[in-house]
């Protein structure tokens, strides 16, 4: 209704100034009933709907509590059953409350309870079976099947949140068969290949997040994929900079660059995952070089005043990109 | 072609980790068909062999000899008696034991690196459940002969053990 009203009189309000003629906003408005309405139902993530999430996960952890303190008394049939049977449940239960729109959103919490629970069981199931189950070959094995089960669900029922846990499982697979296919050779040392495949899976989620911003339907989960994605590329650059003896000066010289190529993409896609950890990555790699370049040379009081100025230079930036770009008319 | 041209975005995105898969599958593999070292080498196994010394046996003038070791003092040393000699045939990734009358007829290079160029390392061992990472650790009875960017598993009759239980004596000419 306040969408109707505010038309209304920006409507008056072009003709009182004659921008538009009688005849223009007619023709609009025929042409607008000649269209047809694409209906997209567009769910936007609400405190209730947080507050089922944060729900499931409470469930998740109570039942992996349960299992923890009891590992050596349960017997496997329960663990299995309080496990694999709860995700297989939650799933069917998740199904079930989907097929109503007043339970719709409740069907999302099951369906979170089932993707945590059902890899545990499978993981219960490994265990008993004489395998290493922590092992990466294992893993794979795990997160192969959970990808495979959601991208059929996904087939299936169409829904936005089973393409979420298809790609996280993915990226799942993707780090558990890489290093399964490393094994224990020392190509190079394993936290940076670590941070190579983060830099990997983080441009790729903000390239998936600026594919579904174009889809209405999927729209609503770019801001997710943007924040991890951001996130994960940031801190993975800001580590393979090194620190002190262990610097890499390529990353060190490449990272401001990244960071406004990052703080220019918030304003092309007006996507403030962007702005926020940008801003926040620049602040942390201002505190970083401070420390590493000049708290030795100028002191440490002067090293923290030329920083904290730096950061608010930062934060003002930031703000005004904000104020200039994002915020819709 | 009109699919890939609306979700060319897409694509590339899924296309990033696919490609990392297959250039570490690549980096992995490749090397091990066009690179093919060529020297043996003779290694020893026993408890905690490579904190040794003196050692039960070293190579001189390219010939292994057998060192008498006098137990020391006040040190609880193992044995250095049940020490085993192994030739590790590097084409083929087998290891058969051999006496120390047959280790003596061989022509050792005692040196770390073999003369084309290979050496063996340990590897390394790293856990957690992504995006949990955890700092990777030495895997000293894991074996891997490195060099000319290829990394082979070495299939050495060790035992495992957080100690490290082989010690390479010398490439065989």
Redesign the interface.
Known sequence: MATRSRALQYIRTLARQKTVTRDELLKAFDSGLGEELEEVPVHKLGVAEILYYLGGGIVFFGIAILLGQNWSTLSFETKFLATFGSGIASYVVGLIFSRDARTESVSSAFHLISALATPLGLWVVFDHAGFDANSYGIQCLISGAMLGSHLLSLAVFKKNLFIVFSILFGAWLFFSLTSWMVGGAALFRDWKFYMYRVLAAGTSFMLIGYAFSKNKRRAPLSGFFYSFGVFGFLAAALALGGWNHDKNVFWELVYPGLIFAILFLSVHTKAKAFLYWGTFFLMAYILKITSEHFSTGLGWPLALVIAGLAMIAAGYMALSIKKKYLYSE | MGFIKK?I??I???S??IL??LF??A??YLPGFFIHPKYNFLYATGYDIASCSPCLYSVENHKLVRNTINPSKGKSRPDQGDWRLHICDVAKNESKEISFEEARKLDLDPRQRSPDGFEV???????G???F?F??TW?YN?P?L?GHNL?K?LNLQVSPSYRVNFRVIGWIK
């Not at chain 2, 390392?121 to 856990?127: A, C, I, N, P, V």
């Open positions: 979700n975005t897409l590339v995105g899924i990033i980790p990392m898969i570490v599958a980096s992995i390392t340990y590897g390394s061992r790293s856990d459940f992504p995006p990472f700092e990777s895997d894991n891997y490195k990394n598993r």
